[in-house]
């Protein structure tokens, strides 16, 4: 799909990435291209381009992922920088250390995309900033009212409160969340609160480069089976079947994802508790960022994308979602013109 009829918009379409014609750029394309915005290092997100544009943090998550790209972009965060033409500016996201939204203004208008992004301030990552912008394109994985998520201090005191319970009856918690950002949250709450983490080797990996980019990462033990006892595991989800958690004779296994306020997730998930904690904005926060960045139409995409542009233009708020089924209403409505 092409957007930009309007003259008075920047022109973007989606061809499994967002592209923006005018300059042949491409933010997270899921297949190698020229030019690309890598906004997070989540795989999802993260391809093998020729020129890559990205931030410092993501670079070097990157590179232990799957490696640097011949041509790499690293801007600071504010600092702007032209290329093509056009002026470029990284902004955090707050979704996972280096998690970044592009800022671009071109002749064509301005325009701001957010890669995955949450409103509120981790423990691991860069806070959020925003920039106005004419478009802006922004994710929607949460987008339904159902997904307002109770207070993240809540969420991990609950938590912290789940590990003290099975740590008093002489069982071992295990923590799953995602080792890119969700660990690193995870590890910093469970060692605030005086608990002693120890980390799955995938986890551990990612903590290490986490600690040259974010100040205050906290100590941890390496998972060492003999060694567990009075132990907090932190695992990614992956090993939740797996001989190394299935061993540990008593144990208490929790997920950490915002999934987990979906009706069932304890018993989808076949653990013992399921504790809501999301990198991703809710419902709210995605409504409140678009009044923050004032744009003049957004353009939706993950998860709910056609009913969050659903409820934005029941609002008054010229939405449409890039990738799914509005692609349609979208087409019929410039036929009309
Ligand atoms: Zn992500």
Not at 77 to 92: H, I
Not at 124 to 143: K, N, Y
Not at 286 to 299: A, F, G, M
Request: charged content about 20%; glycine content about 10%; some cysteine.
């Amino acid at each position: 799909m092409v957007t930009g009829e309007d003259p008075n918009v920047i022109e973007v379409a989606y061809r499994g990435g967002v592209l923006v014609p005018a300059i042949d750029l491409w933010m997270d394309p899921r297949v190698p291209q020229g030019l690309a915005f890598v906004s997070h290092a989540h795989s999802d997100h993260a391809g093998k381009h020729r020129e890559t544009i990205l931030s410092a943090g993501t670079s070097r998550l990157m590179r232990s992922r799957i490696g640097a790209s011949p041509q790499e972009h690293v801007l600071e965060f504010g600092e702007t920088r032209e290329l093509r033409g056009a002026q470029f500016t990284l902004l955090p996201a707050g979704h996972v250390h280096g998690s970044a939204q592009l800022h671009l203004e071109t002749e064509g208008g301005s325009l701001l995309y957010t890669g995955d992004f949450k409103l509120r301030a981790g423990l691991s990552s860069e806070p959020i900033a925003w920039r106005g912008a004419e478009t802006l394109i922004m994710e929607t994985t949460f987008g339904k009212p159902e997904f307002v998520f109770p207070p993240a201090e809540q969420v991990l005191g609950d938590m912290v409160q789940f590990c003290r319970e099975a740590l008093e009856v002489g069982a071992v918690p295990v923590l799953l969340g995602y080792s890119l950002g969700k660990a690193q949250e995870i590890l910093c709450a469970v060692a605030a609160a005086g608990l002693k983490p120890m980390l799955h080797g995938a986890v551990s990996k990612l903590t290490k480069i986490y600690r040259e980019g974010v100040p205050g990462m906290p100590e941890f033990a390496e998972y060492e089976a003999a060694n567990m006892a009075g132990h907090v595991l932190i695992c990614p989800p992956s090993v939740r079947n797996s001989r190394m958690v299935q061993r540990i004779k008593k144990r208490r296994v929790a997920m950490v994802t915002g999934w987990g306020l979906t009706p069932g997730a304890v018993h989808r998930y076949q653990v013992d508790a399921v504790f809501p904690l999301s990198d991703h904005a809710g419902y709210n926060d995605l409504l409140k960022y678009v009044e923050l960045v004032q744009p003049q139409r957004v353009l939706t995409l993950h998860g709910y994308a056609s009913e969050f542009a659903r409820d934005l233009r029941r609002r008054g708020v010229e939405a449409w979602s890039l990738v799914s089924p509005d692609q349609l209403e979208f087409a019929e409505m410039f036929e009309g013109l």
